[in-house]
């Protein structure tokens, strides 16, 4: 395997690092309930897209047996 002939300076390695850098997912209010969504996605907890209905609204368990 070949090695490189000399070390990578600080700043070149930094420079290469700079991309990886994570950031948060943009996140928005649901305009039927107010939860919070990922933006471009129906709404996990009422179905709702862009102001439509666009999949049934998901029941509430109630808790027992």
Same mark, same amino acid.
């Given at each position: 395997?070949?090695?490189?002939? =000399? /070390?990578?300076?600080?700043? =070149? %390695?930094?420079? =290469? /690092? *700079? @991309?990886?850098?994570? *950031?948060?997912? *943009?996140? %928005? =209010?649901?305009?039927?309930?107010?939860? *919070?969504?990922?933006?471009? !996605?129906?709404?996990?907890?009422?179905?709702?897209? !862009?102001?439509? @209905?666009?999949?049934?609204?998901?029941?509430?368990?109630?808790?027992?047996?």
């Amino acid at each position: 395997m070949p090695l490189p002939k =000399r /070390r990578f300076s600080r700043s =070149r %390695r930094d420079k =290469r /690092r *700079t @991309q990886l850098n994570l *950031t948060a997912p *943009t996140m %928005r =209010r649901c305009s039927q309930c107010g939860s *919070t969504v990922l933006s471009h !996605r129906v709404c996990s907890s009422c179905g709702a897209y !862009r102001g439509r @209905q666009v999949l049934p609204a998901k029941e509430k368990k109630a808790k027992g047996g």
